[in-house]
């Protein structure tokens, strides 16, 4: 779901009725700590063909038998799902990151990059991923290395890997050792996921009866903010990953919602109602009253801040209709950023600051993403689909992830900025309100 704050009448008017009954609901969590999830492993399906791609291969890696998580598909899914890299199938057999390989065939197949290696039983129990990457073009060696990982981090390594891969090939980095988070609901119950970056190995942060809206990631990755209806109206909870603990941030009079952090971590823009309409406020992680930001008689919400916290963009009706607009983090310079269509919502700036995502209405009644180069102003739309809302940057700014309906579910993809490349991540039941995780330290 897109985030609007419950009473806003945009959502009511124009959200359709699945969502106008999710929102009518009230939520009565209950925490918990990170547990693995039976029910929510995801699939990926490519159903997009890029242009300019670069060739790889990757040899099936040496491993004991029974080995639990096939590292080698992880690593080549990763750099397919990048929509840079193409896989060459391989039937290569008896090589590891100690054999230097013969890259003169694999460059005749058209391969410019072949990736080995092997997985190794330690003594104390744990694994040795190994691999080693080599330019077929040049026939150079670019380098390898090594991770000890336990049965539960070989899909970790394997990300690691494909990071490493990704940079050494693009100059860009890698993002698929990052997480994400997202909102599920199965069979009347809601939970808030966190998930590796190609949707698998998720994991229940918070479990509830009723749902969850807005989940935001801090700067450092360590916490998740997100908006609670357990008080009979929206509040804002700040969820710290590692204890599992959640501290109540924001339950003043009337509506707490559309929590964004500023790059800094140290406060949290969000929508308040205290003056009676919906405006921004900024609030202090350590307490003391909020500070409003925005000073309209309208509706002002959805905050998001550009990478180097010098701007904010936010959704306003100050125009008469819902409209993207831009100001200084103290709410003034405001100026309009949308003029494309006549109801835009749900900002998100890439990492670089070069692009602005977002969801418009279109002219038969759907909602499409759209994707701005703030520099030219040129608008692009990656997605045929009619019902997409809540996208979200990888923190390398070259994959979006974001909510659409698909066969009547509701699901979660990754497309490329020029949508040339998608992917479906599955799930059982419906999954929402993705955000996309910081890149962590190795």
């Not at 989940?215 to 609670?228: D, E, K, R, T």
Request: net charge positive; with cysteine.
């Amino acid at each position: 779901m897109n985030r609007l704050e419950a009473h806003s009448p945009w959502f009511w008017q124009c959200a359709g009725a699945a969502r106008r009954r999710f929102l009518r609901q009230t939520l009565v969590g209950a925490m918990m700590g990170l547990a693995p999830a039976a029910w929510a492993q995801f699939r990926v399906e490519v159903t997009g063909v890029g242009m300019q791609q670069i060739p790889f291969a990757i040899a099936p890696f040496r491993v004991p038998p029974g080995l639990p998580q096939d590292v080698a598909a992880v690593v080549a899914a990763d750099l397919v799902r990048s929509g840079v890299l193409r896989q060459v199938p391989s039937s290569a057999q008896g090589m590891d990151e100690t054999t230097r390989p013969d890259l003169a065939p694999w460059k005749a197949q058209g391969v410019d990059a072949l990736i080995t290696g092997s997985v190794r039983p330690l003594a104390d129990g744990r694994f040795d991923v190994r691999f080693r990457l080599w330019d077929a073009v040049r026939g150079a060696d670019l380098g390898g290395l090594s991770y000890p990982a336990g049965a539960s981090q070989l899909r970790l390594a394997a990300h690691r890997i494909a990071d490493y891969v990704y940079e050494k090939l693009t100059g860009d980095k890698g993002v698929f050792s990052t997480r994400i988070a997202y909102v599920g609901e199965l069979g009347g119950q809601f939970r808030l996921w966190v998930a590796d970056a190609d949707g698998e190995n998720a994991q229940a942060a918070l479990s509830s009866s009723e749902p969850i809206i807005s989940p935001a990631w801090s700067p450092n990755g360590q916490q998740l903010a997100y908006v609670s209806f357990e008080a009979r109206k929206p509040v804002i909870y700040v969820h710290d990953l590692a204890t599992g603990r959640r501290r109540l941030l924001a339950s003043f009079r009337g509506s707490n919602s559309a929590p964004a952090w500023s790059p800094d971590g140290r406060r949290l823009y969000a929508t308040l109602t205290l003056a009676g309409s919906s405006q921004i406020y900024a609030l202090d992680l350590d307490g003391g009253a909020p500070q409003r930001i925005t000073q309209t008689g309208g509706i002002d919400t959805e905050p998001a801040f550009a990478p180097d916290g010098k701007s904010v963009y936010f959704v306003s009706d100050r125009g008469g209709a819902p409209q993207i607009y831009r100001m200084t983090p103290d709410g003034r310079e405001v100026t309009r950023v949308t003029f494309e269509g006549g109801y835009n919502i749900s900002p998100a700036v890439s990492p670089d600051g070069r692009h602005l995502a977002y969801v418009t209405r279109t002219a038969g009644g759907g909602f499409q993403l759209r994707v701005m180069d703030l520099a030219t102003g040129s608008v692009t739309a990656p997605t045929d689909t009619t019902a997409d809302e809540s996208p979200s940057f990888a923190p390398n700014g070259r994959l979006l992830v974001y909510a659409t309906r698909q066969q009547g579910r509701e699901v979660l993809m990754t497309t490329t900025l020029d949508g040339r490349v998608k992917t479906r991540l599955n799930a059982q039941g419906n999954v929402r309100e993705p955000d996309w995780g910081p890149l962590l330290p190795v």
